[in-house]
């Protein structure tokens, strides 16, 4: 079944997932954090699913590839905010660690079908 929208995509909904448990554990931290630390981790998690969502809708692979691979340096960005999180012991990353690799195995073999599909 080929998908008809963006919101079809199993990785979108596994990034648009990530972002909705990752608003939930930015919620208890410390206030002061608001315009800087959660600001950030937020900004960046929101921009994964937003660049598939961009780049779904891109007519040339090179355009979609090129979204996918934003999403991609947002993902890692996220993961790095996460570590600060955990280490400023503002709560528990562990299980956001591991949705973050599942989200970027999953993108990775979304981007290589696309890059694939560009070489044949």
């Known amino acids: 079944m080929s998908s008809q929208t963006f919101k079809d995509l199993r990785v979108w909904q596994k990034a648009h997932e990530l972002v909705l ?3 939930k554990l930015s919620d208890s931290f410390p206030k002061h954090e608001l315009y800087s630390l959660t600001s950030q981790l937020r ?3 929101v921009s994964i699913p937003a660049n598939i969502a961009e780049g779904y809708k891109k007519s040339g692979l090179a355009d979609k590839a090129r979204f996918m691979n934003i999403a991609q340096g947002s993902l890692e960005e996220t993961r790095y905010y996460l570590i600060l999180a955990q280490d400023l012991n503002y709560g528990s990353t562990t299980r956001l660690e591991s ?4 989200v970027g ?3 990775y073999g979304y981007t290589k079908t696309i890059r694939d599909r560009m070489r044949s």
């Open 21 to 23: 448990k990752i608003y």
């Open 43 to 45: 900004r960046s998690a």
């Open 99 to 102: 949705d973050i690799d599942d």
């Open 105 to 107: 195995r999953m993108l």
